[in-house]
């Protein structure tokens, strides 16, 4: 039997608790630190900020002992060589939007249907309609 869903449950687990350990699975949270002209909340730059930090050093670390290879067989990503274009812009533009206006983005949003909240009841199915909207109109997340 491979290991691979257990380290990967390990994984979402781990994502998880820690963004509900900073608080992060709170839409009042991040819409309080898009509110840079009112009552701005740096709490998120923190978060990311350690979160950014420690993919790094893992990132460089596992990089030193085991080059491009991954787990499972699977090769670590690298730059892309892909040109900024319409599309990137069009799409982090739709995912801000709907960042902003529901103060959601999709790991803290399936976090918050453990909970039951009823925003995230109706964000997450809707978050499938979109992407899946994406996919077959877009030919988005294909390669």
């Known amino acids: 039997m491979s290991t691979r869903p257990l380290v ?3 994984a979402g687990g781990l994502f998880g608790a ?12 991040v819409v309080g630190f898009l509110d840079v002209t009112g009552a701005w909340d740096p709490s998120l730059a923190f978060v990311m900020g350690g979160a950014l930090a420690v993919f ?10 085991h080059g491009a290879k ?20 069009i799409g982090a533009l739709v995912f801000g939007v709907g960042w902003g ?3 959601f983005c999709p790991g803290p949003a399936i976090a918050n249907l453990a ?8 964000f997450v199915p809707a978050m499938a309609v ?7 109109g877009f030919g988005a997340d294909r390669e």
């Open 56 to 65: 790094g050093v893992g990132a460089l670390a596992w990089r030193k002992l």
């Open 130 to 136: 979109g992407a899946i909207l994406a996919r077959i």
């Open 115 to 122: 909970w039951a909240r009823t925003d995230a009841l109706v």
């Open 8 to 10: 990967l449950f390990a």
């Open 18 to 29: 820690g963004l509900a350990l900073s608080g992060m699975t709170d839409p009042g949270r």
């Open 70 to 89: 991954g787990l499972y067989g699977s090769t670590v990503p690298t730059r892309s060589t892909e040109p900024i274009d319409a599309r990137l812009i």
């Open 101 to 103: 206006i529901s103060g």
